[in-house]
């Protein structure tokens, strides 16, 4: 049997991120080829389960009891749909260098145990537990799975640590308990893991950026008075659904007095001639998201909406131009400008205005950077990070903003920015 089939077999090799920094990043066809090399996916899980590994080595817990499905997916390399997300009715166990075990949805695990073949068959079980409190503890899944995990962990030689959860329902933590289980924090275990990102993931994200390149210019050309915000993410989630997206987390849609104060919605508001409008893209490609904002004024703008654009522009470049192995997350957070100057009480209230956060398989990574944590608690910057850079400025005519925001990977000697739509000056869109 191949080395790619047998997850317990990995190799120092395996924690190799390949990075290959020589020119732009490639943004490829969503379909495999002969004729060049795209996406190694056996190469991308062996990646991802051997940092879940080294991290947990590095921690003072000795297995991983995962609830998450972003984490699911990282150990597993296992999808059943976005549906899922919320439902809290499949978990992982990973312990010590035993083979990943996955509890599923049903009949998904004899999917897994018939085309996951770097899984292994027999650690592909069908399970549930509460969803969501939805079938009541005392019906006894929680107990009969807490057992049952117990076991492995102690079959594993692993009793005697600490197990790492990211989260689970509070009947579920108790049943844990029960059975002599001390928990620990396991999101911070992975997060540590899926911070540097190999070239499989940086590939993928550049290629889930590129879809939103696309969609950015469908929205310019659509984006005129008479369109509602909600016409423009119903046109993108279906150009994005057509391109491979396989799930359109959310489209913020904000226009005309709407933007100041930035709500992170859309409505059925009506586009006017001279509004100022932004858009928030998050999806995504392979389970790797986006988070990509761009800002548009309809037919003409005016000198307080030019304003505000010029100055989210300058403190963006200013954070861009900051990203590089080694700098602290303190240090780019202190380029933007503070709440206060902003007409903000306080950091706290305008948390996610001029920011920062890790992409992967979920939307929010590590580094987090902002204002209101960075400063105290700084990070370091590394090689292989990939995040998002966010600001906004409110207009001086009190109800217009921009709202500017790039993907950057972190590579050897700085960043490359992969959000490629143009943004340098505010794009007027069907212009008068």
Avoid at 91 to 110: E, K, N, Q
Wanted: net charge negative; glycine share 6%; charged share 25%.
């Amino acid at each position: 049997m191949s080395r790619a089939l047998m997850p317990n077999l990995l190799t120092p090799q395996d924690l190799e991120p390949n990075w290959e920094w020589r020119d732009r990043l490639p943004a490829w066809g969503h379909t495999s080829v002969d004729f060049e090399r795209r996406i190694d996916h056996d190469r991308l899980r062996r990646y991802r389960l051997a940092r879940t590994r080294q991290s947990l080595q590095n921690s003072q817990a000795g297995s991983l009891l995962l609830f998450d499905v972003n984490n699911i997916r990282y150990v597993t390399a296992t999808k059943i749909g976005e549906w899922e997300r919320d439902k809290m009715c499949r978990f992982c166990l990973l312990t010590g260098d035993d083979s990943p075990y996955v509890w599923d949805f049903g009949s998904a695990a004899v999917h897994h145990q018939r085309h996951s073949d770097w899984l292994e068959p027999d650690h592909c079980l069908a399970g549930v537990v509460g969803m969501r409190g939805t079938i009541p503890p005392e019906f006894g899944l929680m107990r009969k799975y807490a057992k049952m995990i117990a076991q492995l962990i102690k079959d594993a030689g692993m009793a005697d640590m600490p197990v790492g959860v990211d989260y689970a329902e509070t009947a579920m933590f108790h049943a844990l308990q029960e059975e002599g289980i001390k928990v620990v924090d396991g999101q911070q275990i992975m997060l540590a893991a899926r911070e540097i990102k190999n070239w499989d993931e940086i590939q993928l994200l550049t290629q889930a950026a590129a879809m939103v390149d696309g969609v950015y210019h469908m929205i310019y050309e659509e984006l005129k008075p008479g369109v509602r915000e909600n016409d423009i993410v119903a046109l993108s989630n279906k150009m994005l659904y057509e391109m491979g997206s396989d799930d359109v987390e959310a489209i913020n849609a904000i226009s005309g007095e709407r933007c100041n104060p930035h709500p992170h919605n859309f409505t059925d508001r009506l586009i006017r001639p001279g509004d100022q409008a932004f858009f928030d893209i998050l999806q995504s490609y392979q389970g790797y998201r986006t988070c990509y904002y761009r800002t548009f004024n309809v037919g003409r703008a005016t000198p307080s909406q030019n304003d505000a654009y010029v100055k989210a522009r300058e403190w963006i470049d200013a954070s861009i131009a900051m990203i590089k192995p080694g700098v602290t997350t303190d240090k780019v957070a202190e380029v933007w400008p503070t709440a206060e100057s902003l007409g903000f009480p306080n950091e706290d209230a305008a948390f996610g205005l001029q920011f920062g956060h890790g992409l992967g398989l979920a939307l929010h990574e590590r580094p987090i950077i902002s204002r209101a944590v960075s400063l105290d608690h700084p990070m370091e910057i590394k090689t292989g990070m990939v995040f998002a850079l966010e600001t906004y400025c409110p207009a001086t005519d009190g109800y217009s903003a921009a709202r500017i925001e790039e993907e950057v990977v972190v590579t050897e000697t700085g960043c490359e920015v992969i959000s490629l739509f143009p943004a340098e000056e505010l794009p007027i869109a069907n212009r008068y």
